[in-house]
């Protein structure tokens, strides 16, 4: 474990935080989990196409790899006619080519939907915090939901207990503020947005 932390300049353990699992309730979620999964390595150096990345399950998306017998494919695939070719545009392309919007509109924002991504987003980002993790979550969910449409952001507010305007905009100053002397919420806030598209 040490070697490891020293080559990547990291300390303690080497996976922090539990696993964590959210469930896909439907099939926008699918696509959009699935791109999410297969665009990560484009964060990765040296990474400037999904196709660059030999452990990525895209190039077995595509056909170009052996399919194991645990990996399923045909129901991502069947999205798209089982063309390969219109799976790979859907991946390869920033915008997502429009697939995910012909599922219609998205589920309204809820905090039983919202909490699980919030919490993944905190154990992938915690190391980037200043302080504790502890207590953070509820802060996040109130800066994601600043991020919202007025009517999303005031359903998931009231959610969090938040019912009369003064308590909003009080909650969300604190937010604010706690967010301005700690910046790396703001980057755990964007990952929960793209968890959440």
């Known amino acids: 474990m040490r070697h490891a932390n020293e ?6 353990p080497l996976f922090r935080g539990r696993f964590r699992s959210i ?6 979620q699918l696509l959009a989990t699935t791109r999410y999964i297969h665009r990560n390595a484009l964060d990765l150096p040296g990474v400037t196409s999904v196709d660059d990345y ?3 399950s895209h190039r ?5 790899r052996h399919r194991p017998a645990w990996m399923r494919t045909d129901e991502v695939l069947g999205h798209f006619g089982v063309d390969r070719r219109a799976f790979h545009a859907f991946v390869g392309d920033d915008e997502g080519g429009g697939v995910i919007e012909r599922f219609g509109p998205r589920r309204p ?3 039983d939907v919202i909490a699980p991504m919030v919490e993944l987003a905190l154990d992938e980002c915690s190391d980037l915090l200043e302080s504790a993790p502890q207590g953070v979550a509820r802060t996040l969910m109130i800066l994601f939901a600043a991020r919202l449409s ?12 938040f019912v009369d305007a003064v308590r909003i905009s009080a909650a969300t100053r604190r937010a604010m503020r706690r ?6 919420l703001w980057m755990i806030v964007e990952r929960i947005i ?3 598209a």
């Open 7 to 12: 080559r990547a300049g990291r300390d303690g």
């Open 23 to 28: 469930v896909v309730a439907d099939d926008r």
């Open 54 to 56: 030999r452990w990525s």
């Open 60 to 64: 077995t998306y595509l056909g170009h």
């Open 109 to 111: 924002f809820d905090v």
């Open 150 to 161: 007025d009517s999303d952001r005031l359903a998931l507010m009231a959610q969090l207990g």
């Open 179 to 184: 967010a301005a002397s700690e910046p790396a």
């Open 194 to 196: 793209d968890l959440t």
